[in-house]
């Protein structure tokens, strides 16, 4: 069974760089999927933050795009977020998840999920 | 503001069925990008519900549908019970925005 483990600093200080990191067991990170970023904010909806294939290639969020970065460590089954400039506006829980590759390109559905962290950001 | 809508919220009684519509438009849904959807209990993870043409991970029961029409999409949730309390999300793919989009979300009150 795929589990997804998210880890990482709860309180990033304005202006700071966000660093989480989801660990993956129980499949490789070499499989053919796309490892996926999603956050939540406190009381909101879903936001899609970014994904990585095994080979390194990734896709970002747009509005998110100047500030974040998603790599992944093949040795320690492992891929991680960075995010930076952070203001009170990214304060939210972080999800990472296994993203399915669809039948048809760009129809990717995300499972499992990890079990979310509280990213705050405050000074 | 997501490009895909859902209502706030839908109610129904034990046993009744609903729906939860999810609009998109033809740069989403209608472009033919599949549409899927998450159930997220309170205070927990967002789960898998249905993926692609109605598809369900295993262990979900066939009460929960999903179809497809145009630029919209919609779950169903037949024989409704209490443990389906929660909020309910769809995503798609955009190609004007060029990535994975989810919807507002649903909370559905038995």
């Known amino acids: 069974q795929v589990q997804l483990q998210e880890s990482g600093p709860g309180l990033v200080k304005p202006s700071g760089t966000l660093s989480l990191t989801c660990a993956v067991s129980g499949d490789s990170i070499s499989s053919n999927y796309w490892w996926t970023w999603v956050r939540q904010s406190p009381g909101k909806g879903l936001e899609w933050i970014g994904e990585?294939?095994?080979?390194?290639?990734?896709n970002y969020n747009p509005s998110l795009k100047s500030r974040v970065s998603i790599s992944v460590d093949k040795s320690k089954n492992q891929f991680s977020l960075q995010l930076t400039s952070v203001t009170a506006a990214d304060t939210a829980v972080y999800y990472c998840a296994r993203g399915i590759v669809g039948a048809t390109a760009s129809s990717n559905w995300f499972d499992p999920w990890g079990q979310g962290t509280l990213v705050t950001v405050s000074s | 503001q997501s490009v895909l809508t859902q209502p706030p919220s839908v109610s129904g009684a034990p046993g009744q069925r609903v729906t939860i519509s999810c609009t998109g438009s033809s740069s989403n849904i209608g472009a033919g990008y599949d549409v899927h959807w998450y159930q997220q209990l309170p205070g927990t993870v967002p789960k898998l519900l249905i993926y692609?043409?109605?598809n369900r991970p295993s262990g979900v029961p066939d009460r929960f549908s999903g179809f497809k029409s145009d630029t919209s999409a919609s779950l169903a949730i037949t024989g409704l019970q209490a443990e389906d309390e929660a909020d309910y999300y769809c995503?798609?793919?955009?190609?004007?925005?060029?990535?994975?989009?989810f919807g507002p979300g649903t909370k559905v009150t038995v």
């Open positions: 995503q798609s793919f955009d190609s004007l925005s060029g990535f994975y989009v």
């Open positions: 692609g043409k109605n």
């Open positions: 990585i294939y095994e080979s390194g290639s990734t």
